[in-house]
């Protein structure tokens, strides 16, 4: 079995912005022809979108195309907006998770969810989570930073803790970085150059943060691989070993608690791949797409087989790890 726990949706409509304090930053879906859709943000095109983000049927027909067998939805990540008021948002996060929980529901053999919170009120996030359960779902996408702030901020510890309780997963996606003055050339470097660093500076905050100190047995997903993350690791685990500055701000080597996150394999290269692997063993890699706003250069046997990964391992970044990840079975 291929589990994809890397892959958005967005809802065919949004409820009215009318009255709400969001005014235009409230998003709405602008469809211009049968099967796609602009989806709009503060009165411009966010992004143009293809009915396999709200349609289970031809969703679950280009699962067939990529020889995936189920999927992890979550939210299209620019809709985790942490920019609005606390109702709002609130708002917001909930409509996505009954989305995704209807999508669930239309194709229960092929999805597990990931929701939504309003992490821009840590208190309210927290509690949504026991809805997010009470719902069925396994757990939720945030962003890698909440309006600036690092996730492994003190301020989220609490959040992450009830997650943890909860036995929420919590999928943390590049997303808005803060240093587009440094990137020069095409806008499009935001997500090829600007999300990897995000990923980086999120998950090395995880665990100088000491957030997994705080929140033991927190199930964390890093996208993309973790972006640069992996690059700086060794630096990283050297600043603690010896008596490095490290050395009594966490408990443990980065090392450790890095080969305790959950990385997904969109990575665009094998051998990026092969690397994370070896960097992190592959008890944490899994299957992504990105879909729909990319699809799979190879299927996921192919890439398998490039690796030369054994039966074992192949059943392990297929699916094993995704379910140990969203908490289901042992």
Same mark, same amino acid.
């Given at each position: 079995?291929?589990?994809?726990?890397?892959?958005?949706?967005?809802?065919?409509? @949004?409820?009215?912005?009318?009255?709400?304090?969001?005014?235009?930053?409230?998003? *709405?879906?602008?469809?211009?022809?049968?099967?796609?859709?602009?989806?709009?943000?503060?009165?411009?095109? @966010?992004?143009?979108?293809?009915?396999?983000?709200?349609?289970?049927?031809?969703?679950?027909?280009?699962?067939?195309?990529?020889?995936?067998?189920?999927?992890?939805?979550?939210? /299209?990540?620019? #809709?985790?907006?942490?920019?609005?008021?606390?109702?709002?948002?609130?708002?917001?996060?909930?409509?996505?998770?009954?989305?995704?929980?209807?999508?669930?529901?239309?194709?229960?053999?092929?999805? *597990?969810?990931?929701?939504?919170?309003?992490?821009?009120?840590?208190?309210?996030?927290?509690?949504?989570?026991?809805?997010? =359960?009470? /719902?069925?779902?396994?757990?939720?996408?945030?962003?890698?930073?909440?309006?600036?702030?690092?996730?492994?901020?003190?301020? @989220?510890?609490?959040? @992450?803790?009830?997650?943890?309780?909860?036995?929420?997963?919590?999928?943390?996606?590049?997303?808005?970085?803060? *240093?587009?003055?440094?990137?020069?050339?095409?806008?499009?470097?935001?997500?090829?150059?600007?999300?990897?660093?995000?990923?980086?500076?999120?998950?090395?905050? /995880?665990?100088?943060?000491?957030?997994? %100190?705080?929140?033991?047995?927190?199930?964390? #997903?890093?996208?993309?691989?973790?972006?640069?993350?992996?690059?700086?690791?060794?630096?990283?685990?050297?600043?603690?070993?010896?008596?490095?500055?490290?050395?009594?701000?966490? =408990?443990?080597?980065?090392?450790?608690?890095?080969?305790?996150?959950?990385?997904?394999?969109? #990575?665009?290269?094998?051998?990026?791949?092969?690397?994370?692997? %070896?960097?992190?063993?592959?008890?944490?890699? /899994?299957?992504?797409?990105?879909?729909?706003?990319?699809?799979?250069?190879?299927?996921?046997?192919?890439?398998?087989?490039?690796?030369?990964?054994?039966?074992?391992?192949?059943?392990?970044?297929?699916?094993?790890?995704?379910?140990?990840?969203?908490?289901?079975?042992?």
């Amino acid at each position: 079995m291929i589990i994809d726990v890397h892959n958005h949706i967005v809802p065919e409509q @949004f409820p009215s912005s009318a009255g709400r304090a969001a005014g235009k930053k409230w998003p *709405y879906m602008e469809h211009i022809e049968p099967g796609k859709a602009n989806v709009m943000i503060e009165g411009k095109n @966010f992004r143009t979108v293809q009915s396999g983000c709200w349609a289970v049927p031809r969703r679950v027909a280009e699962l067939g195309n990529q020889a995936v067998d189920r999927q992890a939805l979550s939210p /299209m990540p620019q #809709l985790c907006d942490y920019s609005l008021d606390l109702k709002d948002g609130s708002d917001l996060a909930m409509f996505l998770n009954e989305t995704i929980l209807r999508m669930i529901e239309a194709a229960p053999d092929r999805f *597990y969810g990931l929701g939504s919170v309003p992490l821009q009120d840590v208190d309210a996030a927290a509690k949504m989570l026991s809805k997010v =359960k009470s /719902m069925g779902l396994h757990g939720v996408e945030i962003v890698s930073n909440i309006e600036g702030v690092s996730p492994g901020d003190p301020r @989220f510890i609490p959040f @992450f803790k009830e997650a943890a309780s909860l036995g929420l997963a919590v999928f943390i996606h590049a997303q808005h970085p803060t *240093y587009m003055d440094r990137l020069v050339g095409h806008p499009m470097l935001e997500n090829s150059i600007g999300f990897p660093i995000e990923s980086a500076l999120a998950a090395a905050s /995880m665990i100088t943060g000491g957030v997994i %100190d705080h929140a033991p047995g927190l199930r964390v #997903l890093f996208s993309h691989g973790g972006g640069n993350f992996l690059l700086l690791l060794p630096r990283l685990n050297n600043a603690y070993s010896g008596q490095g500055p490290l050395k009594g701000t966490v =408990k443990r080597a980065p090392m450790e608690y890095a080969r305790e996150f959950f990385y997904d394999d969109v #990575l665009f290269d094998n051998r990026a791949v092969r690397f994370l692997i %070896d960097m992190v063993g592959v008890s944490q890699v /899994m299957i992504g797409s990105d879909y729909p706003f990319m699809t799979r250069k190879q299927t996921a046997d192919q890439e398998f087989t490039e690796l030369k990964l054994t039966a074992e391992e192949r059943e392990l970044v297929g699916s094993k790890n995704a379910l140990r990840f969203l908490g289901i079975g042992d």
